[in-house]
């Protein structure tokens, strides 16, 4: 067995002879080994190749229809108590979760190739980063998860070195809804995986462990895992500064982590870099900041609505070595979505010709693709310390009620301004769209314990590091009576981001309101914004306090479904702020 870690090649050998897998193959993370298992992809049909010209190193890949998004009414977090799970989570016992998933896993390889993947969370040698082993059935999967983390000889020479790790087991199965289960085991940081093939469902090096297990151990260990991308921002005097930003999927955080600033911004010389788009681990340090590294190596993005002019930065690195799941092709076998241009594809995402209705491409058809690609990937995302976190922001998408941009007052008004986001649902996860939900710090889908408990542990970060950043609520989705947006997003949204930073840097003053900080008429720079003035940009900035009372009271009533584990200062928080209203 090529590992000096007990565990380890025990666990492989067990899991070989349970699963009857006809081979175990080590992955060492090389460029020859990719190579091959691309041409294997391509043999067996998972892969197709697209256009060389245009997409060197691309490929289109179509998944079973049935499996295209991640499914959270079979996601499991299977904790001793019930109560630890929470209500936010369903729960299995562990005794029943494991039973379930062996008879799930018998004889699932016969024939097939188990693959080991060591791999790390975060910079080599960062001391925030963790590592863990997936092993799995599916090439595929594999070499998603080479894009996604730092894979191969380099992981497991670090967990030979400390020699603990997150176990994950995967298999596609039968790839049959009615035989797939994600089930979770924070107290043994494993992780089972069973019937999907699908990013968020099969990579677990992503949502299970960087997000289920990890905040878990977080709250163990006193840090923070959680659903942000992280963002750096140059000003013209050369300040660096960095925001971590929490949105439910499907959201835009991708398009914001690659953000362009407008023309005005970069010709005063202000510079975005881009450290993540959608895993943020958070340590304080001895300065008293947060330190935040991202823990993956590349992003697995949603494609629809990805152009040129929402985000000119990811479509530059989406030209080569790129793997593209269930978008459509046009003629000359380039990948296609909704958004990217007016061509008309000639297949769409189920590989038949396109008959012209309905969308092409699957609204979560996505690619994977390496960091490095990205033309705004910073350097400082490989450091081993991380990048100090000046702003926390929480958003989602609401057409009314919530304003473009509110500060909170402290730390504990920004932790209930985060445990009570809402947002509408999206293609991300399968189930209704466009409903509003609440959406705790963008965790509901991902956090692996009790929220109570969670919110406790936000607040508690007050002891352990003695400059927390500020806290903001955003939302660039607001609309007007006709149904339309009312901010043009994307690039224009560093003119939010502005205001933040120089909230953060005391630059600036505010207008105070029962519910938050907000920025006075005059102070958002709209230089540039055609049809956009100070007045028409006013209901964006306002709050309806009859509103806002409705909306205080909906939100009691959420917290208290949690139980008696929700901190009471949040309801002193909720309380002071309805007085104020
Ligand atoms: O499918 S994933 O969970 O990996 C992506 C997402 O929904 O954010
Ligand atoms: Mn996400």
């Known amino acids: 067995m090529p590992t000096s870690n007990q565990v380890l090649a025990e666990w492989v050998e067990q899991v070989a002879a349970h699963t009857q897998a006809e081979q175990i193959y080590w992955c060492d993370g090389s460029d020859a080994e990719k190579e091959r298992i ?14 060389e010209q245009t997409h060197p190193g691309c490929f289109l890949h179509l998944s079973d ?38 008879d799930l896993f018998a004889g699932c390889m016969k024939g097939r190739t188990l693959y080991v993947i060591p791999y790390c969370m975060g910079p080599i040698d960062s001391s925030l980063s963790r590592c863990g082993v997936e092993l799995t059935d599916s090439a595929y999967v594999v070499q998603n998860m080479r894009l996604m983390t730092r894979m191969g000889a380099a992981a497991l020479a670090r967990i030979e070195k400390e020699g603990d790790f997150v176990k994950g087991l995967h298999s596609t199965g039968e790839l049959d809804p009615n035989r797939r289960f994600i089930m979770h085991f924070p107290e043994q940081l494993t992780i089972m995986s069973y019937g999907s093939g699908y990013g968020g469902n099969a990579l677990l090096g992503k949502k299970c462990h960087a997000l289920r297990i990890a905040s878990y151990q977080a709250k163990q260990e006193g840090w923070l895992a959680e659903h942000m991308l992280i963002l750096g921002i140059k000003d013209p005097s050369g300040r ?133 690609r990205c033309p705004s990937y910073s350097i400082e995302a490989e450091a ?146 055609d049809n956009i003035t100070s007045s028409t940009l006013k209901p964006l900035l306002e709050i309806d306090g009859q509103e806002w009372a409705n909306e205080m009271s909906a939100i009691r009533e959420y917290l208290e479904r949690f139980g008696n584990r929700v901190p009471e200062q949040l309801f002193n928080e909720l309380r002071a702020i309805e007085d104020a209203l």
């Open 240 to 372: 660096q500064s960095y925001v971590a930003a929490a949105f439910p999927s499907a959201c835009g955080k991708t398009n914001l982590a690659m953000l362009i600033p407008p023309e005005g911004y970069i010709e005063d010389g202000w510079e975005i870099s881009t450290i993540g788009d959608d895993i943020c681990w958070m340590r304080p340090g001895e300065d008293g900041r947060l330190w935040a590294i991202n823990p993956e190596a590349g992003f697995f993005g949603v494609a629809p609505g990805t152009s040129e002019r929402t985000n000119p930065n990811a479509l530059a690195m989406l030209y080569k070595d790129t793997i593209f799941t269930n978008v459509a092709e046009t003629e000359d076998g380039q990948p296609w979505w909704e958004g990217l241009d007016d061509r008309i594809p000639k297949f769409d995402w189920k590989g038949n010709l396109y008959s012209g209705n309905g969308s092409a491409a699957h609204p979560n058809s996505r690619f994977t693709v390496s960091a490095k």
């Open 65 to 102: 229809p049935q499996d295209v998004a991640r499914v959270e009414h079979l996601t499991f977090i299977c904790t001793t108590e019930k109560a630890d799970a929470g209500p936010n989570n369903h729960w299995m016992a562990p005794s029943e979760a494991k039973k379930k998933m062996d």
């Open 384 to 529: 081993d310390q991380g990048v100090p976190i000046d702003a926390i922001i929480f958003g989602g998408r609401r057409a009314s009620l919530v304003p473009l941009v509110n500060q909170a007052k402290n730390w504990v008004h920004g932790v209930l301004m985060g445990a009570t986001v809402a947002s509408e649902t999206t293609a991300a996860a399968t189930g209704e769209v466009g409903v509003v939900r609440r959406d705790p710090m963008a965790m509901k889908p991902f956090c692996g314990y009790h929220f109570g408990d969670y919110w406790k542990h936000w607040l508690s970060m007050r002891g352990h590091a003695s400059k927390l950043p500020q806290v903001f609520t955003v939302n660039w989705f607001r609309k007007n009576s006709d149904g339309k947006f009312m901010w043009p997003g994307f690039g224009d949204n560093m003119r939010v981001l502005e205001w933040i930073l120089a909230r953060c840097h005391h630059e600036i003053g505010a207008k105070e309101t029962a519910v938050g900080y907000l920025p006075e008429e005059g102070d958002l720079n709209l230089l540039g914004l």
């Open 38 to 51: 691309d041409q294997m992809l391509l043999k067996d049909g998972t892969y197709k190749k697209l256009n």
